[in-house]
């Protein structure tokens, strides 16, 4: 099932300019995970931030969490044509089942960066 | 080495074909996920090995079969699927503890059935 809502669902701007995606979750979590998807390729993970933190940093982006309003926010800085892709958050659902972690992925945000 | 292998890229098959997919991890994770994912939309969880042993199985249709023969490799037997099924199928890995950790995505099967 899928907790994760992320909007918007496709953001289209010029390189430079700075990207923000949102995700809203219904449980509680224990922790949140952005991941990049370049076109019908594997994801790749970009940060982790815990219920415990309320903002990560990691080269140009920036993750906040605010878990009071179940959301968080990608802020790309500086975008680049190679941003291009989807980004999808994943929750835990607050579940830890002994040794693996099953994520439950939002919708995913189509980004563009035009040149 | 922190990549995650899959094999083949391409798979078209016909609905009476048996085929696998194959998974493999070097980084000593000892979870294995299968997710299957449709055009524009997020990745599904499939299946989900620990320590080699099937701990979940979300109510995935008989006709796809995983196999965890040791702890690098993962398979995932198809047979009989239906064009519905096609999809990008996407392996993960990651490590095994008290705690959630990134997983580790392969590049996908991108599956046709005909």
């Known amino acids: 099932s899928q907790q994760g809502e992320e909007d918007p669902q496709a953001l289209s701007i010029q390189e430079g300019e700075n990207a923000t995606m949102n995700c809203s979750y219904k449980t509680s979590i224990n922790n949140l995970q952005w991941y990049r998807q370049n076109s019908g390729r594997g994801l790749v993970h970009l940060i982790l931030i815990r219920s415990n933190e309320r903002e990560k940093h990691s080269g140009r982006l920036r993750v906040t969490l605010d878990t009071s309003k179940k959301s968080s926010s990608l802020l790309i800085t500086a975008s680049r044509a190679a941003d291009t892709a989807s980004y999808f958050c994943?929750?835990?659902?607050?579940?830890?089942?002994?040794?693996?972690?099953?994520?439950?992925f939002g919708a995913g945000t189509r980004l563009a960066v035009h040149p | 080495d922190t990549e995650v292998t899959q094999t083949p890229k391409h798979l078209v098959m016909g609905m009476t074909n048996k085929k696998s997919l194959k998974c493999e991890q070097h980084m000593g994770h000892r979870a294995m996920y299968w997710y299957k994912q449709k055009a524009k939309k997020p990745p599904e969880l499939m299946f989900v090995?620990?320590?080699?042993?099937?701990?979940i199985n979300e109510s995935v249709p008989s006709r796809f079969s995983p196999e965890c023969p040791n702890s690098s490799l993962l398979n995932l037997h198809l047979h009989a699927l239906q064009p519905e099924d096609s999809a990008l199928y996407l392996c993960?890995?990651?490590?095994?503890?008290?705690?959630?950790?990134?997983?580790?995505f392969g590049p996908g099967t991108r599956l046709t059935v005909t």
């Open positions: 090995y620990s320590y080699e042993k099937l701990s």
């Open positions: 993960a890995s990651s490590q095994v503890d008290r705690g959630t950790y990134e997983q580790y």
């Open positions: 994943a929750t835990d659902g607050g579940m830890f089942s002994g040794g693996y972690n099953k994520l439950i």
